[in-house]
């Protein structure tokens, strides 16, 4: 009998049942009564909705979601490409690296769906280890020095560690890129959630280096819209023929529907620089922290996301031990080896666990991993 390996996907979907599901990296959180206020008068943006004018919507949609992120819009260089998921478009991206036979260094570690999506295409992948950000310019320039892939594949911040690339680092990857003739895809799906001093312009960046990319930016992992969600992949000059070609065999356009409501959540998040998304993450991890003080799980992550990566400071347990112990009392979490798709022993000790979710959720999960930890006793690493 075969055994089929289950993917984080997977285990995502068995726990979308249960209340206490701090699993998926999607936005369930309580709405602000100015959301609540808006999605009540929502059914006009159905009524109103027309697809004629669907394009200039969103173009619309593209420029506000990028001011947001203090990213420049510019569409005389990018073009913008919607899509159902973040997914679908790395699924584009891989059917444009399987038809030119590239080779992609991927960042490690990530979701791992990215890798998956590349190696079901036989995308020859290469790690390209975040430590190479983290651990200062000198890892950086020995990394690029033993680069064979043709494309760089990055997450910033990344999934599930919160690891940004920096703007020095970000300029030195892009330069590289220019040199050596290299593409560059950059997953920025969670740049929402960094402070003001940490973001800067990578369309500007990428435009003026004149480099191949594509960037992919995506909207489920801030805002509480049942699902609804705009993605949308931004592809420079060179590339825009054959990723629209491929494009148009998945999607005739979005709806002008979710479009509209999208923008809607984008217009109020504007209201306060998307202080609020922030300030809720922070709250709930601060929550987090004082209902586990005690606990053999510590923060292993940058505190940049709405994820927390956890590290189990145990000797006999591992991340999927603890995982299955949670799962048993109601919490559902991630365990951490899948992350790491091509050296999974460096994700043992670690769980993913999600904080876009309803402060009381995160209490009440908090306060099972407590009593896990009572039941246990101090078995906690000595290392």
């Known amino acids: 009998m075969t055994v089929v390996e289950r993917n984080l996907t997977q285990e995502e979907v068995d726990a979308l049942p249960f209340e206490l599901n701090l699993s998926d990296g999607h936005a369930f959180r309580p709405w602000t009564p100015a959301e609540s206020e808006m999605l009540s008068g929502s059914a006009r943006f159905f009524t109103e909705s027309d697809r004629r004018g669907g394009q200039r919507a969103e173009a619309e949609y593209i420029r506000r979601y990028l001011a947001l992120g203090a990213q420049s819009y510019l569409p005389g260089h990018f073009t913008g490409l919607m899509s159902y998921s973040a997914s679908m478009a790395v699924e584009m991206v891989a059917n444009l690296l399987r038809m030119r036979n590239l080779s992609a260094a991927l960042i490690e570690p990530c979701f791992d769906n990215i890798a998956d999506i590349l190696k079901r295409h036989d995308v020859p992948l290469q790690p390209f280890p975040e430590t190479a950000f983290t651990d200062g310019p000198a890892a950086l320039e020995r990394l690029l020095g033993t680069l064979t892939a043709d494309v760089i594949f990055l997450v910033s911040p990344n999934n599930p560690t919160g690891t940004v690339v920096g703007e020095e680092a970000f300029n030195r990857v892009v330069e590289y890129c220019r040199t050596n003739g290299k593409l560059l895809v950059l997953d920025g799906c969670f740049r929402i959630y960094l402070s003001d001093d940490e973001v800067y312009d990578h369309y500007g960046i990428l435009a003026a280096s004149g480099i191949d990319c594509v960037v992919i930016e995506d909207t489920g992992k801030v805002w509480p819209a049942a699902e609804l969600k705009a993605p949308f992949l931004s592809v420079s000059p060179n590339l825009v023929g054959a990723v629209s070609a491929m494009h148009s065999d998945f999607l005739l356009h979005l709806s002008p529907f979710t479009v ?124």
């Open 260 to 383: 509209r409501l999208i923008t809607e959540f984008v217009n109020l998040a504007e209201a306060d620089n998307g202080r609020y998304l922030r300030e809720l993450v922070l709250k709930n991890r601060e929550l987090f922290e004082k209902t586990v003080p005690t606990s053999f799980l510590s923060t292993d992550d940058t505190r940049k996301l709405g994820l927390a990566w956890l590290k189990v400071e145990r000797d006999d347990l591992d991340g999927e031990d603890v995982r299955k112990l949670l799962a048993e009392r109601g919490v559902q979490v991630l365990s951490g080896e899948r992350f790491y798709w091509a050296s999974p022993h460096l994700g043992r000790q670690h769980l993913r666990m999600a904080l876009l979710r309803d402060p009381d959720v995160v209490v009440r999960a908090g306060q099972v991993i407590a009593g896990l930890a009572e039941e246990l006793g101090d078995g906690r690493s000595r290392r």
